[in-house]
């Protein structure tokens, strides 16, 4: 860096102050909330919160409000008078006193500290954090670290004497290890990691000293110099003398202290004469308190000068409390109060601005016509006056401009059209004669341009007219083809766009746009797209698209005539849109409401700037803006002026931090910096969360999402809400989530999530549920049981009963086809007696003895054994073939797989249809007939008995009409198809009966075979 000479510093600081773009302060103080004005510590812990230290208690700022603490209520506190505060790598804020030393954790919780095991009370001016130490305390009694081994702080017995326990004057971070120290007169620069001084050198009444580069550090002399120093050679190289006007005198600037700034820019805190800025190429810039200007900083005895990572500049001052701004910002210039030579101010609303040139511009006020002189920031007042029926008053100025002559013509509320004199400061008002035209009687004037052709038109409540300034003579439109259609409309903007269209804004009616050449004109309303019919300017691009403010935002229309629109929906912060203006760059500038927004047509990309850029946050007017010759826009605001070059307006987006800093639950409020997981019971289910979106230069008109994961469905939004509810919480896990926006575009998430769990209530809890859910399922059970039993009980009886029923209806069966099957025997045997066979009817009878005996042995039980019913079957079948004298055979079959001393089954099933087979098959066959009885197990349960004879089969048998083998079978087989019936209702599988009539090879019946299926 090329040395400066005192010399030239002296003269650049005794040079005219220039006017432009620098940086804009905000203020916190007591009427804020501060506990005192004497700011004496400053310092931005991780998540971008200002912690303030004043004689009167620690402070801490949001970027909305501030929060204090004092001793009294939080004992742990050291003392009231903060020296010092330092936030640590791991958010933790640490204080040093006069009284000892603490720290507050991120819950906002103090915690006192205690050296040489017992020692509380201490001088500590200084605390600093090193990469091999952790958190250092730089006290009276020495140096101390936090040994985490043995849970006490343990001096650093190698720190040398002379900078533990010399006259302290500042201490301040080379680098992550090595501290410089300002002792006496001698700088040093300890490096921690190798327990050695790397640099030392004397100078005269040191008070500060930093870092300048990674090679130099800046030591500020008691003297007003600020020298640049190497750390390599040790030799100066450059020498800064400040110096400042006080009662006429040029004298040196007392400093306090010298820190650098994020840019690399040196910041300079001096004892009367505000905050001196050194910047990286040796320039320097004095910030000094404007009584009238309130970006300015707001005191000039500074104290402190705090450097933040991103940019923040903060300023403590002994009276008046703290100063924030942004290195990387180049805010606006806000003139809020025009002052003229006499001392008179001016501090309202304004109407309209014109350039003259040479630093003069003319602005239209609430009551007077001001001439700023802006080299000087000296006004002139003017006022028109009016004879009314309430006296003589002023006239607001509605309409402004000059002529290609230099003239400057203008237009107070309901007084017509009137021409300054500037040489005199008279107002002349100009009168029509005899025109009837109502536009040009109009005594009502909104707006008036000088356009293209020479004339000045003149907007009013009843149409427009032109106007020759250096004839005076009107060009009325009141009969005119096209423009016509603008009589009895109230006209409040023109524009001339680069066709030499004539747009016009009116109040009600929308858009006309007169087009001279091809003799056209065409109104465009809400019916064609446009969000409101007040129109309050226009401006067009490079492109030729053509711009117009609303009262619900702006739109674009382009060359085609398409119309776009931009509002709150995507993207401004507000809906009005007062005036337009074009850069020199190409982009559009909106006046919209309480901020500007600046347009890029070619990205189709909107950029918001509000108060934290420098702007009056009283709101714009409409058309009072204007674009100067050398670039610079100037834009009217109900409270004064705002002025920049859009070039060198540099504001930095990212500044905005969003926290989730506290969670209140029920009565108790719990604070946080990082992730945080709490769990609360159900009595306690009541939960406010509290967020900021943190900007040092003001966190206002900020839009806010936030949404409860688990709970919410969708985000909530709202604009400065800082805080989120959530009455009588169900039982549940949830997460809190926050994210903010300052342009409704790009929004900024919270840098921690909140994690909640809601404890259920006892009756909500899974064990609780589980054993109420088995307590019901075993009352359930044992109803169920009981009910069962009672159903099985019943059905048991029910059964049995069933039981009962079906073995009566059984033996009721048998004993009816016993007594029919004796019947016949006894027949037979009587047939014998009669014919005086007696040797036959003796052995008839004999075998009937024998099967007689069977039956009765049978006939009591439900179930046979298989050979007890094929043996009554044999002698049966004997007694029928003697019968008939042996008119046929029989055989019976069993399968090796039966067994008949095991298988049992009814009594007498088989019999009615050997019988049938006898008696409707056999005995009509001319010849001897046979019959088969073959006897197999299908299953394990279910026994096949076939019964097959060789007879003239059914459909002969039916042709004997035989009426005793009718009757026969009618009862015999319907006895057994009952007994079958019954027996399915209790045996599973069930028996079944299938009949199959054979036939021969030629066609004639071979026999009938029966299929019966027994369940054993």
């Not at 714009?620 to 002026?641: H, M, P, Q, T, Y």
Request: net charge positive; glycine share 8%; hydrophobic share 40%.
């Amino acid at each position: 860096m090329t040395r400066l000479t005192i010399a030239g510093i002296i003269l650049l600081m005794l040079s005219t102050t220039m006017r432009g773009q620098v940086i804009s302060f905000s203020h916190l103080n007591t009427a804020n909330g501060l506990t005192g004005n004497n700011a004496q510590s400053l310092t931005i812990d991780k998540n971008g919160f200002l912690w303030v230290g004043t004689n009167d208690g620690l402070n801490v700022y949001d970027g909305y409000s501030v929060t204090g603490y004092n001793k009294e209520r939080n004992p742990e506190m050291p003392s009231d008078v903060v020296l010092h505060l330092m936030a640590d790598s791991r958010n933790r804020i640490w204080m040093g006193t006069f009284s000892g030393a603490g720290w507050v954790d991120e819950s906002r919780i103090f915690h006192r500290i205690t050296i040489q095991d017992t020692l509380k009370r201490f001088r500590c001016p200084s605390i600093f954090e090193t990469a091999s130490y952790g958190v250092v305390l730089h006290t009276g009694k020495g140096q101390y670290y936090f040994d985490s081994t043995a849970g006490k702080w343990k001096e650093l017995s190698w720190v040398p004497a002379a900078l533990a326990q010399g006259n302290f004057v500042d201490a301040e971070a080379a680098n992550t290890d090595q501290i410089i120290f300002i002792t006496d007169s001698t700088l040093s620069i300890l490096d921690y990691a190798t327990k050695q001084i790397v640099f030392r050198k004397t100078f005269e009444s040191p008070l500060s000293a930093c870092p300048a580069t990674d090679t130099s550090i800046a030591v500020g002399l008691k003297t007003g110099k600020v020298l640049l120093i190497s750390t390599r050679s040790g030799r100066e190289i450059a020498s800064y003398q400040l110096v400042n006007q006080l009662g006429g005198k040029t004298i040196n600037t007392y400093l306090t202290e010298v820190r650098r700034a994020a840019n690399g820019d040196l910041l300079v805190a001096t004892d009367f004469a505000g905050l001196t800025i050194i910047d990286t190429k040796g320039n320097i810039t004095r910030h000094t308190h404007d009584p009238l200007n309130l970006s300015t900083i707001s005191a000039n005895n500074t104290y402190r000068a705090f450097a933040g990572k991103r940019g923040e500049i903060i300023v403590g001052t002994q009276a008046s409390g703290v100063n924030m701004a942004n290195i990387f910002n180049r805010p606006a210039v806000y003139t809020r109060i025009f002052s003229d030579e006499n001392g008179n101010l001016y501090d309202n609303y304004i109407t309209r601005i014109v350039e003259e040139g040479n630093g003069i511009f003319w602005v239209g006020a609430n009551d007077r016509l001001i001439r700023w002189n802006r080299t000087t920031n000296q006004s002139t007042f003017y006022h028109s006056y009016v004879n009314s029926a309430q006296g003589l008053r002023p006239l607001e100025i509605r309409a402004l401009c000059n002529d290609r002559y230099g003239q400057l013509w203008l237009s107070g509320a309901s007084n017509g059209l009137s021409l300054f004199d500037k040489g005199s400061g008279q107002f002349r008002k100009i009168r029509f004669g005899h025109d009837t035209d109502k536009a040009v009687l109009s005594p009502y004037i909104y707006e008036l341009q000088s356009l293209s052709d020479g004339n000045i038109w003149v907007g009013t409540s009843r149409g427009v007219y032109a106007f020759d300034p250096l004839t005076q003579k009107t060009i009325a439109f009141g009969n005119h083809p096209q423009l016509k259609e603008l009589n009895n409309k109230l006209v409040i903007s023109l524009f001339e766009d680069n066709r030499h269209r004539l747009w016009i804004g009116t109040h009600g009616t929308g858009i006309y746009c007169y087009d001279p050449a091809q003799h056209s004109i065409i109104n465009l309303t809400t019916k064609e797209g446009l969000p409101g019919d007040i129109i309050y300017g226009f401006t067009q691009d490079n492109a030729g698209a053509v711009y117009a403010g609303t009262a619900h935002g702006f739109v674009i229309i382009d060359q085609q005539g398409k119309i776009r629109l931009y509002n709150r929906r995507n993207g401004l912060s507000y809906e009005r849109c007062e005036s337009l203006l074009k850069d020199a760059r190409g982009n559009i500038w909106i006046a919209n409401s309480k901020s500007l927004v600046q347009y890029d047509p070619a990205a189709q990309k909107l950029t918001h700037f509000e108060e934290n850029s420098g702007l009056s946050i009283d709101g714009f007017r409409s058309n009072a803006a204007v674009k100067a010759a050398n670039g610079e826009l100037l834009w009217g605001s109900e409270r004064g002026i705002n002025s920049f070059f859009p070039e060198k307006l540099v504001v930095t987006p990212s500044l905005l931090q969003v926290s989730i800093y506290a969670m209140g639950t029920n009565d108790t409020l719990q604070y946080f910096g990082a992730q945080r997981n709490f769990t609360s019971p159900h009595s306690q289910n009541d939960i406010t969360f509290y967020f900021t979106a943190i900007n040092l230069n003001g966190s206002r008109n900020i839009d806010y999402q936030y949404m409860l994961k688990g709970y919410d469905k969708e985000w909530h939004t709202g604009t400065d809400i800082r805080e989120a509810r959530y009455p009588s919480l169900p039982a549940g896990k949830y997460t809190f989530l926050v994210r903010a926006s300052i342009d409704h575009i790009n929004w900024t998430s919270a840098n921690n999530e909140v994690s909640i769990r809601i404890i259920p209530p006892v009756w909500q809890r899974w064990w609780f549920i589980a054993a109420i859910t088995a307590l019901v399922v075993l009352l359930i059970h044992t109803i169920y049981r009981m009910r069962l039993q009672q159903v099985r009980e019943k059905e048991k009886l029910r059964s049995e009963y069933n039981q009962k029923i079906a073995e009566i209806e059984m033996k009721a069966l048998r004993a009816q086809m016993n007594p029919h099957f004796i019947f016949n025997c006894l027949n037979s045997i009587n047939r014998y007696i009669v014919k005086s066979d007696h040797t036959t009817a003796s052995l008839y009878l004999t075998r009937f003895s024998k099967l007689i005996r069977l039956i009765l042995d049978n006939s009591n039980s439900k179930n046979v054994l298989l050979s007890n019913e094929l043996e009554a079957l044999r002698i049966y079948m004997e007694m029928e073939s003697l019968r008939f004298n042996n008119k046929f055979t029989y055989e019976i079959i069993v399968d090796k797989e039966v067994f008949p001393e095991v298988v049992e089954v009814p009594p007498l099933i088989i019999q009615p249809y050997v019988e049938n087979a006898i008696w409707h098959g056999l005995l009509h066959k001319e010849t001897a007939g046979h019959l088969t009885i073959r006897l197999t197990m299908l299953t394990e349960s279910m026994l096949q008995c076939v019964i097959e004879d060789n007879g003239v089969g059914r459909e002969r048998a039916r042709e004997f009409k035989s009426k005793s083998a009718t009757t026969k079978k009618s009862l015999g087989m319907k006895l057994t198809e009952d007994r079958i019936a019954i027996l399915n209702k209790h045996a599973s599988p069930n028996a079944s009966i299938t009949i199959v009539d054979l036939v021969a090879d030629n066609g004639d019946a071979a026999g009938t075979k029966v299929v019966l299926k027994i369940p054993v």
